[in-house]
Structure formats: C-alpha cells, structure tokens
C-alpha cells in the first residue's frame, strides 16, 4: 500500500486538510458475494487544490467519490470531510455535487433548476434570483435562465448543473465524470471553463475521470488507482501553473505528466 502525503505545493502553501482518509475499506455484500470495492485508501487533500481520480472502470474512482458524499458509507477505516464526518459534512451543505448526467427536472426552468437547493434551503425569492443570476453568469448562462432543459445542448445542460452545484456556495466540488458524454469539441471548451472557474472561486474540485489528457489539463495533483479492490497506486503532480491553453497539451511538460499517469495506470494492473 502506497501511503499518500500532500504534494510540496499544498505543503508549501500551508492550506488546511478538506479531506483525509486512512485506511479506508468498502466492501458490497451481494447475493454474489463480497465485492470489495476500496482497499486501504490514504489520502490527503487541501483546501484549493484540483484533484483528479484516474483509473479502470470498475476501480472505485465513483464509489470513493460517494465516500465522500455519504452517498456510500465505508466498512473499515477512516475520513473526514472539513474536519467532519461525511454526514455531518452532508448535512452541513459543505460540498456540491455534479453528477456524469446533468440530472435538471424537465419541467423546470433552467434557473429554477439551479435554485432548487435554494429553495430547499429556505432562502426568499429575492435571494435565490441573485444567486441564481450570479451563478449562470459565472457559467457562461446569462440569459438562459427561462428556457428549458430540452432547449440547451449537452455542453449548456452541464453547465447549469455546475451552477445549481455552485448556488449555494458549498466549500467543496464534488464532479463525477460530468464532460464524459460530450464530444472532443465541447469537452475541451468545457475543459477551459472549468479552470476559469477554478480559478475564479478557488474551490476545492474533486473529479473523476478516465481520460489521461482531461486529468493532466485539469488537475493540480492526479490520484492513480488500480483495478477493483480500488487502491491509491501513485500520486501525480501537474506542475503546469495556473495559466493552461488548450496548446499545453503539446508540451513536453504535458506529454511527460501524461506518459507517467499511463505508467502508473499500467503498473497498477499488477496488483493480484
């Protein structure tokens, strides 16, 4: 097992721990069969970092992921979330999560969508239709916010699902695979949003992913799993700096992080 310490940078910069897990385990029980999904996971993440889970289907890039969302509950080891339990942090409304599908309700507008946690929450209508504007303007959205979910494309739908994730200004971004339907085009447009984005609210973004160019584009550290029971292999650094075209991608600097992120995805299938 390969312990996880905070990459120089985040050591550097002093940032608080958002997330810390030790020892981590989650195992299913089917009618099957024990499914051993997580395997002694150790990590450690700071406040503003941008880390991404790369890995195999099946390796539990998703379920580790849920971990942290209360959305699953672990079988052995540890984690806090903001120096809270994951339902403590839940309850606190201390994360936002977008998921592989944007999942807005049809017959919502698209600002009614993104103020839905709004309204949950309690906030007055004046509140929500401030925050509402903020957000979509912070996507890119200005404008869309009477129209429909069936009147936007794939690429505008996740936006507003970004935003809805953003309304009410959670700590931490929680993004599961959000781009991995869209074309090469939009993906990499959505791709320079999402770091513009980043860099405007400086949240914590945790983001799963299969593609090795998306991980190294985005990521300030990239967290290398192997195959199901899913285990932390190695831990990447994307020293790229906060400014990243499109162009990066053709750097040897880029083209290095990425060969050493495909290394470690294939020496991660080594594991019995």
């Given amino acids: 097992m390969l312990q996880v310490v905070p990459s120089p940078k985040a050591e550097i910069d002093g ?20 499914v051993h999904a997580l395997k002694d996971v150790d990590l450690t993440v700071r406040e503003g970092e941008f880390i991404s889970f790369i890995g195999p289907s099946g390796c539990g890039k998703t379920t580790l992921l849920r971990v942290i969302a209360d959305l699953e509950q672990p079988s ?27 999942a807005l309700y049809p017959w919502r507008t698209i600002a009614g969508n993104v103020g839905l946690p709004l309204e949950i929450m ?35 739908q996740q936006r507003a699902s970004i935003a809805r994730a953003l309304s009410f200004d959670p700590q931490l971004l929680l993004m599961d695979e959000p781009f991995g339907a869209l074309d090469e085009i939009v993906r990499d447009r959505l791709n320079e949003e999402l770091l513009k984005l980043w860099a405007k609210t400086r949240k914590t973004v945790i983001f799963v992913t299969h593609s090795i160019p998306e991980a190294v584009f985005l990521s300030t550290r990239i967290v290398v799993m192997s195959p199901r029971p899913g285990r932390i292999h190695e831990i990447v650094d994307c020293d790229l700096g906060p400014e990243r075209p499109l162009e990066i991608r053709e750097t040897p600097r880029f083209l290095e992080i990425a060969q050493r992120v495909r290394e470690g995805l294939k020496a991660g299938h080594s594991y019995d």
């Fill in 15 to 34: 940032g608080r721990v958002v997330i810390e897990a030790k020892a981590l385990s989650l195992t299913f029980r089917t009618a099957d069969g024990p």
């Fill in 122 to 156: 309690g906030h007055d209508k004046a509140e929500r239709a401030r925050r509402v504007e903020a957000g979509l303007d912070l996507v890119g959205l200005s404008g869309f916010g009477r129209k429909f979910p069936w009147q936007l494309s794939g690429g505008m």
């Fill in 76 to 102: 052995s080891g540890a984690i806090s979330v903001n120096g809270m339990t994951p339902d403590e942090a839940r309850r606190a409304r201390a994360y936002g999560y977008v998921f592989q599908a944007a």
